[in-house]
């Protein structure tokens, strides 16, 4: 792989910070005149854009800071930054001067003006349950805002703001888009990998489209709001041999299309491989539909670029959509024919994607390089780059973010196909298994253990075998992403980062952090002996760093026992044990991990069960 289509490492990271830093001086020097709301973070990490004022000027929602930042992307300066809470998620437009946005970790809706070239806050509401994507309707009245937390949308009243109505739409649901009409909404779950469409009106879900994948991304309308594109990542569900990566049988990249005719509401799915033979594409997540659908931009973070599939109106070579699940890599005419499918690599990690009125111009968040890039659409060029933070890192952060953009780069692996992320979303866990092929064996596939406090964790991996973090590392990027051998720095960057990770804390606690009355009839019951959950979910982890037989081992196991995982964070998690056969705290507690299966105690009574499970979320 070329270096110019690596991510922000080694030599590269060090001229990266030596270039932003002589930009921000500048960029300091035109903001001296008057004191700037400066965010203590090191970095901004803006992930989603939103355009106001006709375009001229841009807000990004910048996760790391805390912020949302004003930019002129003509001038190429940050005009205003405002703190509106724990991780911003995303950001909308509001009409042409106002934006909401919503916290991740924060659990609000912000709505925030622009008055003059500054940002007002004028409306807050909290909605808790982790906020993430949202979109706003044509007439800017109603957001649809995914509860990822508890597997809703938030239907709410602008006006106010108050939530009007709760859907349940499934599993894990990230992003929203809302067709012009403001009356129906698309929402893409990862769990259970489908878009679902809902009708806001009604408050009701009209139908679901369930098709196989993970990390399902934006969702985008075509002007008649009857067709829906959204990226995810393919799993094909093979354990990673270099042929079977080489062949698209382990992940992929794809874009969907949902075609919803009015008299079937079933609608019609196909999909379209972005991957090309011997230089794939990592982890999909941003898109935007212009030009009726005709042009689809597409963000890739793993592998630094933005992608653009046009269908010539002139001519008769339609882009060849398929079976949802079809080819595994693109089509051989479409990927060498650069007027129907392009690539632009961006450097970093690119993540939000907004496009202006006329479609000239796109712009594109992009984390890793902490800026807001600017793209022009006619040439598919950058033509502009504006960093959001008005100081350089220190030397501790750019090491740790220098191991944040190895964990996100999907050029670590053969034929840049996947990233460290790509399983372990944002840090976390996933919802499908994976062979890794780290427990010494072929074909035993497991669920991927979220990494939060990884370093205070170990023996690491499922069955507790390897002891050496820093060689776990080194062997996860050899062997289950077959990549290049890492050195000695990378690893410890890698490691660097990976020690920044830590549980986001659970929206299944009372407003002020403590616990529910449930909840703590729980924590007594889990510490009880009657449970007996604290004989291996010990320390202040909720583990421990002993081996234990509970009754899950199959014969073509390579080694004995099972290290228990750590318990924090388990609310987000969809499916549990090594197996992932139990899709909820109550089968692991009443089916497959029950306390009178595991410890031989009396069998739990349902109440029981319920105020154990109220106290395991809120970890």
């Not at 909308?92 to 659990?107: E, F, H, N, P, Q």
């Not at 592998?303 to 882009?319: K, Q, S, V, Y």
Request: aromatic share 6%; hydrophobic share 40%.
């Amino acid at each position: 792989m070329r270096q110019s289509e690596r991510g922000l490492s080694g030599q590269r990271w060090v001229v990266f910070v030596a270039v932003w830093l002589s930009m921000t001086a500048s960029l300091a020097d035109s903001l001296a005149a008057e004191p700037q709301p400066v965010s203590p973070a090191a970095f901004r990490s803006p992930v989603a854009v939103a355009l106001v004022a006709g375009g001229e000027r841009v807000v990004t929602a910048n996760a790391d800071a805390g912020t949302l930042s004003l930019v002129d992307p003509a001038a190429g300066v940050v005009l205003d930054e405002l703190m509106i809470g724990d991780e911003p998620a995303w950001v909308a437009a509001l009409g042409s001067d106002r934006v909401v946005a919503t916290t991740l970790i924060g659990g609000d809706l912000v709505i925030v003006s622009l008055t003059g070239d500054r940002l007002v806050e004028t409306g807050r509401l909290h909605l808790g349950l982790e906020p993430a994507g949202l979109d706003v309707s044509a007439d800017g009245m109603t957001a649809c805002v995914a509860l990822s937390a508890v597997d809703r949308v938030a239907i709410v009243d602008l006006a106010k703001p108050a939530v009007r109505a709760e859907v349940v739409v499934g599993r894990l649901p990230r992003f929203v888009a809302c067709a012009a009409d403001g009356r129906t909404a698309a929402v893409t779950c990862s769990a259970e990998s489908g878009v679902v469409i809902v009708d806001t009106a009604a408050a009701e879900v009209v139908s679901r489209h369930p098709f196989k994948g993970l990390n399902v991304g934006q969702p985008g309308f075509a002007a008649d709001g009857r067709t829906i594109w959204f990226p995810w990542t393919y799993d094909g569900g093979s354990h990673p041999s270099r042929g079977n990566i080489r062949r698209g049988w382990v992940t992929g990249s794809r874009v969907g299309r949902l075609s919803l005719d009015a008299g079937d509401a079933a609608g019609e799915l196909a999909g379209l491989t972005l991957d090309v033979s011997g230089r794939a594409v990592g982890d999909v997540r941003g898109l935007a539909a212009i030009d009726g659908g005709a042009t689809l931009l597409v963000t890739a973070g793993g592998t630094h670029e933005l992608l653009r599939l046009h269908e010539p109106g002139e001519r008769g070579d339609a882009i060849p959509y398929t079976q949802i699940s079809g080819l595994e890599v693109m089509d051989r005419g479409l990927a060498a024919d650069a007027s129907r499918f392009s690539r632009l690599d961006l450097g970093g990690r690119p993540l939000g994607i907004a496009v202006d009125e006329p479609g000239r111009r796109a712009y594109v968040a992009n984390r890793l390089r902490d800026s807001l890039q600017v793209v022009d659409l006619d040439r598919f060029a950058l033509v502009g780059e504006v960093p959001l933070a008005a100081a350089g890192p220190t030397a501790e952060a750019a090491l740790v973010r220098q191991g944040e953009a190895i964990f996100f780069d999907a050029g670590r692996s053969l034929d840049q196909w996947y990233s460290c992320h790509t399983c372990h979303y944002e840090g976390g866990g996933n919802t499908v298994t994976f062979d890794t092929l780290n427990d010494g064996s072929t074909g035993s596939y497991k669920t991927v253990l979220p990494l939060y406090g990884v370093a205070e964790t170990g023996p690491w991996t499922w069955h507790g075998w390897q002891n050496d973090f820093d060689a776990s590392l080194a062997k996860s990027l050899v062997d289950t992403m077959q990549g290049p051998e890492p050195s000695a720095e990378d690893v410890q960057t890698l490691a660097a980062y990976l020690r920044t990770l830590e549980p986001p804390p659970s929206p299944y606690r009372e407003p002020d952090g403590s616990l529910s009355a449930a909840a703590e009839r729980g924590q007594r019951l889990f510490a009880s002996e009657r449970a007996g959950c604290t004989e291996c979910h010990t320390d202040s982890r909720f583990t421990s760093d002993g081996l234990y037989d509970v009754g899950l081992a199959r014969r073509s196991d390579r080694y004995e026992g099972f290290s228990p995982p750590s318990l924090l964070g388990l609310h987000r998690k969809t499916r549990f044990l090594h197996t992932g056969k139990a899709k909820s705290l109550d089968e692991v507690l009443t089916k497959y991990h029950a306390p009178d299966q595991v410890l031989g105690r009396a069998e739990l009574a349902a109440a029981e069960v319920a105020d154990l499970v109220a106290y395991l979320r809120s970890l």
